[in-house]
């Protein structure tokens, strides 16, 4: 082995470490039960529900504790998503799937911190969750 190669070696290891630390970050912070929204009719009758509604997340800033999972249920028949800019809840932006009419879709926040959010097509709606 010449020095070149233990050099692109020791630096192929640290790149391997690196996807490593960041993999087990972004696992932490949230959690998807499911990729794809489901029917409104599954969501829990205990659920913590934000409501989306008139272009609008009808529960602008929403206080939970860490593990806690909120559904978001559409309203209306304007498709509306959940995705996070990058470095919020992962090193890159996260898309939640776009939700139809009486489609939910739910995530599980494993950290303390205040998460701001958007809806990818309209990006002048905006909320937050804190997780405490
Ligand atoms: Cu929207």
Redesign the pocket.
Known sequence: MNSATTLRSILGALALSAIGATGAWAQEKITVPTEEGVAATEVPADAIVVN?AK?KYQTPELTIKTGDTVYWINNEV????VAFKKGVVDEGEFRGDMLGKDEAYAITFNEAGTFDYF????PF?RAKVIVE
């Open positions: 989306i272009m304007m498709p509306h998503n809806c990818t097509p309209h709606m």
